[in-house]
């Protein structure tokens, strides 16, 4: 069974996405996610210039083989654009064997290990009311476990707030004013926004104490600091959260650096999520083997694809490392459904972040995996479950749109 025809598609149903779709000689298809958000057009460069080409004629069913091809074969190694590339051939090939096999795909990853996955949904508000209301909703969906985001005072617009990113122009269409955050902007440069550490330190324990105070201390909660402390800051929010019993804290603090981590850990047991910007093992060896986090964050679709990311979950499992895949809009219905097969097969899965993508977004994407009672899981249709609506994708073309960039108050760049 050989690689007959490999095409990239791009399209923008809500938002930019990247997918690969593989055809087989026997006419078999296969589908893999290569979005990666604000850089869509350089992974579809690298896919439709250097690794289709290679792809047509090789045996589909060699799936490891045509990793550590595009991996070692490339010479220059890792980098997000690569492994989303790999990752987007990688899925397309399992989505093939499992199609072929005539089962889904967790099948052929070992099995169900588990009845569904428990996700956690992101409620936000730019205050306590807003935010309230957004936790009840997401509770009367069905949703056990929450990641809480909320404006800080004197900041006009921040990350992970609903109501203040579609305040600004070019929202995702289709999403909801209030509960959805995307906040990826169709615009030509990115908008800028404002950050104050100082500000978000002192705020942010009181809002997880209301929080804790109006919802009782069962509900699993999160936060994400997205990258944006120093370590010694981000020791001191990891102590100060403590009381309220965080199920995570994700992204304290830029990780190029993995020894970072380690001045983070000794100041405190709130556990510790990081990888969403990581692209492959090597990114999370440190705090693997020194045991820095408790949950690995990477989505299949940076992380080289199932083959990939199952690597650094095995891995993982040797230091009791849980999963906590990456599940922004900008993960394709194709990277969800690879992630639920993945999540449902290993040993260590932890939780899967749902974000939902917009209506739009499944005109393009027809899915076949569920959401029922805070879990998420996959049907049983041959292959990942997923298919690719060619005539839909054609209405919605590419749309330049980006993540906001961030600058202190002084003006001088800062993690976004
Ligand atoms: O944990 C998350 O879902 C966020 O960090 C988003 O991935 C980020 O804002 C880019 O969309
Ligand atoms: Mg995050």
Same mark, same amino acid.
Request: without cysteine.
């Given at each position: ?60 069913? /060699?799936?490891?083989? %045509? ?44 099995? !169900? ?30 949703? /056990? ?51 104050? %550490? ?31 402390? %120093? ?124 974000? !939902? ?60």
């Amino acid at each position: 069974m050989l690689i007959e025809k490999a095409e990239v598609l791009v399209a923008s149903p809500g938002r930019n996405f990247v997918t690969l779709r593989i055809t087989t000689s026997d006419g078999v298809t296969g589908l893999g996610d290569a979005t990666l958000n604000g850089r869509e057009l350089a992974v579809a460069a690298y896919l439709r210039e250097h690794v289709v080409p290679l792809l047509i004629g090789r045996d589909a069913q /060699r799936i490891e083989d %045509t990793w550590q091809y595009l991996y070692r074969g490339a010479y220059w190694r890792r980098g997000p654009v690569t492994m989303a590339s790999i990752a987007a051939v990688d899925t397309a090939l399992w989505d093939i064997k499992a199609k072929v096999a005539g089962l889904p795909l967790y099948q052929l990853l070992g099995g !169900r290990s588990r009845e569904g996955l428990l996700v956690y949904g992101h409620a936000s508000g730019a205050e306590l009311p807003e935010l309230f209301d957004s936790i009840r909703e997401h509770l009367e969906e069905g949703y /056990r476990a929450i990641r809480i985001q909320t404006g800080i005072p004197g900041l006009p617009s921040v990350y992970g707030v609903a109501s203040s990113a579609n305040a600004a122009t070019g929202s995702a269409e289709g999403t909801d004013e209030r509960y959805d955050y995307e906040p990826a902007r169709r615009n030509a440069v990115p908008v800028e926004e404002t950050w104050d %550490t100082r500000a978000y330190l002192r705020h942010i324990p009181g809002v997880f104490e209301a929080v804790r105070n109006e919802f009782g201390p069962e509900l699993p909660l999160l936060h994400d600091a997205h990258h944006r402390l %120093t370590p010694i800051q981000a020791a001191k929010l990891g102590k100060s959260l403590e009381p309220y019993d965080l199920f995570w804290l994700e992204d304290v603090t830029p990780a190029e650096n993995q020894d970072a981590l380690r001045l983070v850990r000794q100041h405190t047991t709130t556990p510790l999520a990081i990888g969403e910007v990581f692209n492959t093992i090597w990114d999370y060896k440190t705090l693997i083997e020194d045991q820095l986090i408790d949950y690995v964050r990477s989505p299949v679709t940076h992380a080289g694809g199932i083959t990939g990311l199952k690597r650094i979950f095995d891995y993982a499992s040797v230091y009791q490392i849980k999963s906590g895949v990456h599940g922004p809009t900008d993960v394709s219905p194709v990277g969800l459904a690879a992630a639920i097969h993945l999540g449902l097969a290993i040993p260590n899965f932890g939780i899967q972040e749902y974000m !939902r993508h917009a209506p739009a977004t499944h005109d393009v994407f027809h899915t076949t995996y569920s959401f029922e009672g805070g879990l998420l899981n996959a049907s049983e249709e041959p292959g990942l479950g997923v298919s690719y609506d060619d005539e839909a994708a054609a209405a919605r073309p590419y749309e330049a749109a980006y993540l906001p960039v961030n600058r202190l108050l002084d003006g001088s760049m800062h993690d976004w």
